[in-house]
């Protein structure tokens, strides 16, 4: 596969995700995956205690904030 091939493959799936979700959508998948990215995964693969304990309490943040906004 060329890199002109997955540049464009990229840019047709990232325009269906646009059609689909809309630009708020989108900006809420990208707020998302970030958050997974910065808080989750450290909490899970990180070597060092303190990083692990320091993600947990902010993830612990993040969801009682979001429980708060959205009783379930």
Same mark, same amino acid.
């Given at each position: 596969?060329?890199?002109?091939?997955?540049?464009?493959?990229? %840019?047709? @799936? #990232?325009?269906? !995700?646009?059609? +689909? *979700?809309?630009?708020?959508?989108?900006?809420?998948?990208? %707020?998302? @995956? #970030?958050?997974? !990215?910065?808080? +989750? *995964?450290?909490?899970?693969?990180?070597?060092?205690?303190?990083?692990?304990?320091?993600?947990?309490?902010?993830?612990?943040?993040?969801?009682?904030?979001?429980?708060?906004?959205?009783?379930?």
């Amino acid at each position: 596969m060329s890199t002109e091939t997955r540049t464009e493959t990229s %840019a047709t @799936l #990232l325009s269906e !995700v646009l059609d +689909v *979700l809309g630009p708020v959508g989108l900006l809420v998948l990208v %707020a998302a @995956l #970030l958050v997974f !990215v910065g808080v +989750v *995964l450290p909490t899970i693969w990180s070597r060092h205690a303190y990083r692990r304990t320091a993600a947990r309490s902010t993830m612990n943040t993040l969801l009682k904030a979001v429980k708060r906004l959205y009783p379930f």
